[in-house]
């Protein structure tokens, strides 16, 4: 525990960023409908979010390398401080729209310098214990930071200075670490080779990217629009998170002993099952939405982290970093296009369009899987790679999340 310890600073302060940055995502969707913003003017905003997300991805780097961590680091976090205030301020949908693209950027940015940190400083030995404390504060924080819109409420002031504050009390949180680590390299980026490697991978990447995106963005809405009250629509939004990470390593655990493929077969088809559960059967009763999310979030969201393990078991040595790398950039691509699809579904055929446009893009991924599985042999038991739980939060996690004996050849011990 001693060798972790220095590293607590940086821990508190990923769980107030992305709790911060998680409460946005809710609270933009829940003000821009009582703004009377609509479905797809909301789905836009999330497209423009993680544009400026994948941007940031590509361009940190050199930030870094021109400023160092902690210049980096307080800028991006004052950057995203007055953006975030600047919502309250302009009640605009185009003024949205460019003030979460800026907060994307900042945001890709923020944990990239973050996850570079903690990288230089978590030795082979502690990078599983680390990893898994970092999860437990992604989830911690994510879920529990939803609760202060019930609690401020989500028409006035508040709610944004609160967001804000969080976003600006990291800055000195995280100079609790006083090292001034090199930065990271370029992330060496060949998406032809990787999805020459693993094709299923990259389809699955894109695909979950176009689901959870859709997800994250418009969840709130598909919920005040068949009328839940503000405290419901958190409740729903956090379920819908948490099934996710609870059933997440035991799907894992199955898929390192099966076919990794099967398992990824059968947890698309729940996944679509309990999406046309929500589009036909949930209705308007909110336990029985409650009940079908999380049934939900058990299976669409370790879909990714399911692509992603598929693709490493046909990496060869030292490719670890560089396919993750790269399914995190297919996951933004699809990222891109989710919020903006789904919310045109929505504006035409009603809230529950937002489950049937998932299900059909599950579906697609089931033929492609199926097609895959004749197209070519399975990985034997013994070759396989060990499953490990992805974050989406920025390309420098996959050096932090790499294997013990898989160095990527760049920074870090």
Same mark, same amino acid.
């Given at each position: ?221 598909? !919920? ?6 503000? &405290?419901?629509?958190?409740? *729903?939004? #956090?379920? +819908?998170?948490? =099934? @996710? ?71 060869? !040595? ?6 993750? &790398?790269?399914?995190?950039? *297919?996951? #933004?691509? +699809?990222?891109? =296009? @989710? ?75």
């Amino acid at each position: 525990m001693s060798s972790i310890r220095p590293l607590i600073p940086l821990l508190i302060a990923a769980g107030i960023l992305l709790g911060g940055n998680g409460l946005q995502s809710t609270l933009i969707a829940l003000r821009g409908a009582q703004e009377g913003f609509s479905a797809s003017d909301i789905g836009l905003m999330g497209t423009f979010y993680f544009a400026g997300f994948l941007l940031g991805c590509l361009a940190v780097t050199r930030i870094l390398k021109a400023v160092g961590h902690v210049r980096t680091f307080s800028a991006l976090a004052a950057a995203a401080s007055a953006g975030t205030l600047l919502l309250v301020l302009v009640i605009d949908p185009v003024m949205w729209c460019a003030v979460r693209f800026a907060g994307g950027f900042c945001f890709a940015g923020l944990f990239t310098v973050m996850e570079a940190w903690l990288n230089s400083g978590v030795s082979n030995k502690d990078r599983a214990r680390v990893l898994a404390i970092y999860r437990m504060v992604d989830i911690g924080s994510v879920t529990g930071a939803q609760f202060l819109i019930p609690i401020f409420g989500a028409g006035g002031f508040a709610i944004f200075a609160i967001m804000s504050m969080m976003i600006t009390l990291s800055v000195p949180v995280s100079l609790g670490d006083r090292s001034n680590p090199t930065p990271p390299e370029d992330v060496k980026l060949d998406l032809a080779r990787v999805w020459r490697i693993s094709p299923l991978g990259c389809f699955g990447c894109i695909a979950v990217g176009v689901t959870n995106s859709a997800f994250r963005t418009l969840s709130p809405v598909y !919920a005040e629009q068949i009328g839940m009250s503000v &405290a419901d629509v958190v409740t *729903f939004v #956090s379920v +819908g998170i948490f =099934g @996710g990470a609870l059933i997440q390593y035991p799907l894992g655990y199955l898929s390192d002993r099966w076919d990794r493929r099967s398992v990824l077969l059968a947890t698309t088809c729940c996944a679509m099952l309990a999406a046309l559960a929500l589009a036909f059967v949930a209705g308007a009763d909110p336990f029985l939405n409650f009940i079908i999310i999380f049934i939900f979030g058990c299976f669409a969201m370790p879909l990714y982290s399911l692509s992603a393990a598929h693709s490493n078991d046909r990496a060869g !040595a030292g490719e670890f970093v560089l396919i993750n &790398a790269a399914l995190m950039l *297919f996951y #933004s691509f +699809g990222a891109i =296009g @989710g919020p903006f699809a789904a919310s045109t579904a929505m504006q035409y055929f009603g809230p529950s369009a937002l489950f049937v446009f998932s299900a059909l893009l599950y579906a697609i991924f089931i033929a492609v899987i199926l097609y895959r599985m004749r197209a070519r042999s399975g990985v034997p038991a013994g070759k396989r790679s060990r499953f490990t739980a992805l974050l989406r939060t920025s390309t420098v996690f996959a050096r932090l999340a790499r294997r013990n004996g898989d160095p990527d050849g760049t920074d870090g011990p």
